[in-house]
């Protein structure tokens, strides 16, 4: 069965990194549009980066934006979630998702809650001293 893998998290201290990764297994991730998400406890699911087929457009949250950098490779079918600097608010279970819809064109984070097509098992990152 298609699905999304995530893999990447774990605990950090503040001002560390990860590489979180979210792999497609099944399907190829052509024409789709990828997406990360985040929840912390107690709180709304928020966007956080998102990348256009194949790669040319990016968008990035303002609280992460100039921290976090968002890649894919399209052979490995593979998308990429650089996280630098991380701080307490940082602290969250990640969700990757796949959309084709979304086409080739500009990305947006505005909906976390919407229809995608494939979610990630969704991965943990915890900052903290």
């Known amino acids: 069965q298609s699905h999304l893998v995530e893999s990447g998290g774990g605990l950090v201290q503040p001002g560390g990194s990860l590489r979180l990764s979210c792999a497609a297994s099944?399907?190829?991730?052509?024409?789709?549009?990828i997406y990360w998400f985040r929840q912390a406890p107690g709180k709304e699911r928020e966007g956080v980066s998102c990348?256009?087929?194949?790669?040319?457009?990016?968008k990035y949250a303002a609280a992460v934006k100039g921290r976090f950098t968002i890649s894919r490779d399209n052979v490995r079918d593979t998308v990429y979630l650089d996280m630098n600097n991380l701080k307490p608010e940082d602290t969250a279970v990640y969700y990757c998702?796949?959309?084709?819809?979304?086409?080739?064109?500009?990305?947006?984070?505005?909906?976390?809650?919407?229809?995608?097509?494939?979610w990630g098992q969704g991965t943990q990152v915890t900052v903290s001293s």
């Open positions: 998702a796949a959309d084709r819809k979304a086409g080739s064109g500009p990305c947006t984070i505005a909906f976390p809650n919407g229809n995608y097509h494939h």
């Open positions: 990348i256009s087929y194949p790669g040319m457009h990016t």
């Open positions: 099944g399907f190829t991730l052509d024409y789709y549009a």
